[in-house]
Nanobody
Framework: QVQLVESGGGLVQVGGSLTLSCAAS????????IGWYRQAPGKQRERVAT???????NYADSVQGRFTILRDNAKNTLYLQMNSLKLEDTAVYYC?????????????WGQGTQVTVSS
């Protein structure tokens, strides 16, 4: 199986920056780490940013130009650089990966890391 562990969340003021990390371990041979999602209180989980197998990034309109998704395949680690944070960015952030075949087939999520933006 695969384990994903996010880190880097915390409390930051409006306009500040944070960088989230998501480290994968376990049966990572065919793992594709594909993106970041977030869930605010009372809301559904939403896509923040995804990255294709060839490194093409795609962002939600709400974070375009402020967030950057990066992937280090050698380290099996996914990053989310967040700049110019807004109050509405407050949420639990989750990374997602999937394994397309083999004994570890399936989608994987981390446990989430809290990001709180204060005024």
């Amino acid at each position: 199986q695969v384990q994903l562990v996010e880190s880097g969340g915390g409390l930051v003021q409006v306009g500040g920056s944070l960088t989230l990390s998501c480290a994968a371990s376990g049966n990572t041979f065919r793992l594709n780490m594909i993106g970041w999602y977030r869930q605010a209180p009372g809301k559904q989980r939403e896509r923040v940013a995804t990255i294709s197998s060839v490194g093409i990034a795609n962002y939600a309109d709400s974070v375009q130009g402020r967030f950057t998704i990066l992937r280090d395949n050698a380290k099996n680690t996914l990053y989310l650089q967040m700049n110019s944070l807004k109050l509405e960015d407050t949420a639990v952030y989750y990374c997602k990966g999937f394994v397309p075949q083999g004994t570890a087939l399936g989608d994987y999520w981390g446990q989430g890391t809290q990001v709180t933006v204060s005024s």
